[in-house]
C-alpha cells in the first residue's frame, strides 16, 4: 500500500475522473480496466481532487501493480493510493519509472539494468497496457521488475 505519483498531463483522456460529483468515476474505472486487459477484477475506485484511491483484492502483485499503473497514466490523475490487497504468493515489488522526451526501450533497459537487451522484460511487465514496445510517450510511468 503506498501513494504513487503520475505526470498529471500525461497519458490520453479516456476518463475524466476529475470532474467534480463524477458519479460514474468507479464505473469508467472498471470499464477502462477492461479495456486494456486486466478484466474485471474486485476493487473500488474514488476519486479525491487528481488522485484516485483503489480498494479491493488484486489475484497478484503483478496485477495490483498493473491496476495502479492502468489507473495513473489516464491524463488527469496526478496520483494513485493504493490500498489494494494481495490474494497470492509474496512476490517483490517492482519500481516505477516515468518515460522521459527520447526514452525509447531499450534505452531504459540499459540504464535500469545495464543490458538493452532485456527491453522485452519490460515490455512483457506491461502488457496489456502497452500494445508495442515503440509505443510509449514522455510521462508514461512503466513498471520494472526485480
Known amino acids: 500500500m503506498a501513494l504513487h505519483s503520475f505526470v498529471k498531463d500525461a497519458g490520453e483522456r479516456l476518463i475524466d475522473f476529475t470532474t467534480p460529483g463524477n458519479a460514474r468515476a468507479e464505473e469508467q474505472l472498471k470499464e477502462h480496466i477492461e479495456s486494456v486487459g486486466l478484466g474485471a477484477p474486485n476493487i473500488?475506485?474514488?476519486?479525491?481532487?487528481?488522485?484516485?484511491v483503489l480498494r479491493g483484492e488484486a489475484a497478484s502483485q503483478a496485477e495490483a501493480e498493473k491496476l495502479?499503473?492502468?489507473?495513473?497514466?489516464?491524463?488527469g490523475v496526478a496520483s494513485v493510493d493504493d490500498q489494494l490487497t494481495v490474494t497470492g504468493p509474496a512476490a517483490?515489488?517492482?519500481r516505477f519509472v516515468?518515460?522521459?522526451?527520447?526514452?525509447?526501450?531499450?534505452?531504459?533497459?540499459?540504464?535500469?539494468y545495464g543490458d538493452e537487451g532485456r527491453y522485452p522484460v519490460i515490455f512483457e511487465a506491461n502488457r496489456p497496457m502497452l500494445s508495442h514496445p515503440d509505443k510509449i510517450y514522455p510521462g508514461l510511468v512503466l513498471r520494472l521488475p526485480a
Open 92 to 94: 517483490a515489488a517492482s
Open 98 to 112: 516515468a518515460v522521459r522526451e527520447g526514452d525509447i526501450l531499450s534505452a531504459i533497459a540499459k540504464a535500469e
Open 44 to 52: 473500488s475506485a474514488s476519486v479525491e481532487g487528481d488522485t484516485v
Open 68 to 75: 495502479v499503473l492502468a489507473t495513473g497514466n489516464i491524463n
